[in-house]
């Protein structure tokens, strides 16, 4: 038994040989190269050309019709650094993503924990939330002017129920359009807050909170101390979705307020389009989306940073 043994540990010897000799003549190829590579092509050719073609334009004084740009290397740059326009419209980016990302938060892990508490017409609810993700901004833009009019019906309602003094053109006055337009995204966008906690809250370990349970732990300490903690990842993957999407608002704004009045609700998505269209500040334009590209990435990567830091504590 074992010289049979040995004999076939000789014979898989000799074919592994000779498949290894015969297989390295033959050219090597990534194995996953062909999947990958519509991809890497559009994203090489089509999305990194316009990235650097931004950046070319962005040092041209340019309306983007006449044939004979000006080159004026990093004067646009200085230019930015000079605007008020400008860093009004970071700050309104700041406070836009403060405030909904927080309210977002708390109201997609509310919905998330009733949700999962076995409600009766959970379906039907689950539905109701995330209608609103939907439907798009360009429908319901109108709807909402209308709502927040002088003449609107949320001022018929204050005045209905006796609260007419605080009845006020809320797309009209500096003071209330930007708060208009956090609540109608936050309206909007809380479906997918509430939908990523739902998904992750099913992927906790239902022994840990059966023996939290048992501990003698209320509902509020488990959320807070296992619940949330557990969720980490998810909160961080919001926080960088929603830093990105506040950096990049466009259409609500500019359907529903035209980046008005008096700037008031000004992003920086309102602004470029601004200089680049109406006005004709091509070469401006572009240096406003390299802007916005840098300050986006930054983001990004603080975020990343933060959260594997937390992570590691």
């Not at 906690?197 to 909170?209: E, G, H, R």
Request: charged letters at 15%; hydrophobic letters at 50%; aromatic letters at 10%.
């Amino acid at each position: 038994m074992t010289e049979t043994s040995t004999r076939k540990r000789e014979i898989g010897k000799e074919r592994s040989g000779a498949a290894g000799s015969g297989g390295r003549g033959r050219p090597r190829r990534p194995p996953g190269l062909p999947w990958i590579l519509p991809a890497l092509v559009l994203s090489v050719g089509l999305i990194y050309y316009a990235i650097g073609y931004t950046a070319y334009i962005s040092t041209l004084n340019w309306d983007g019709i006449s044939p004979d740009p000006l080159h004026v290397g990093g004067q646009n740059y200085t230019r930015i650094i000079r605007d008020p326009v400008f860093w009004a419209t970071v700050r309104h980016t700041a406070v836009f993503f403060v405030v909904t990302f927080v309210v977002q938060t708390l109201l997609g892990l509310v919905f998330a924990v009733l949700m999962h508490a076995r409600l009766r017409l959970a379906a039907l609810y689950k539905v109701i939330i995330f209608i609103p993700v939907v439907l798009a901004p360009a429908i319901m833009a109108p709807v909402f002017r209308h709502m927040f009019a002088p003449d609107g019906e949320l001022n018929s309602v204050l005045q209905h129920v006796g609260l007419g003094a605080l009845a006020q053109p809320w797309i009209g006055q500096t003071s209330t359009a930007l708060p208009v337009i956090m609540f109608i995204t936050i309206w909007e966008w809380t479906g997918v807050t509430f939908v990523l906690y739902f998904a992750a809250m099913t992927q906790i370990d239902p022994s840990v909170l059966e023996a939290a349970r048992m501990d003698g732990a209320s509902n509020l300490r488990t959320l807070l101390s296992i619940i949330w903690p557990e969720m980490r990842g998810t909160t961080i993957a919001l926080g960088i979705l929603g830093a990105i999407g506040a950096l990049k608002t466009f259409d609500v704004p500019y359907l529903v307020t035209i980046g008005g009045p008096n700037y008031a609700t000004e992003f920086l998505g309102t602004y470029i389009y601004r200089q680049t269209i109406p006005l004709g500040h091509v070469g401006y334009g572009g240096a406003l989306s390299v802007i916005l590209l840098v300050v986006a990435l930054i983001v990004a990567v603080i975020l990343q940073l933060v959260g594997r830091g937390r992570e590691a504590r």
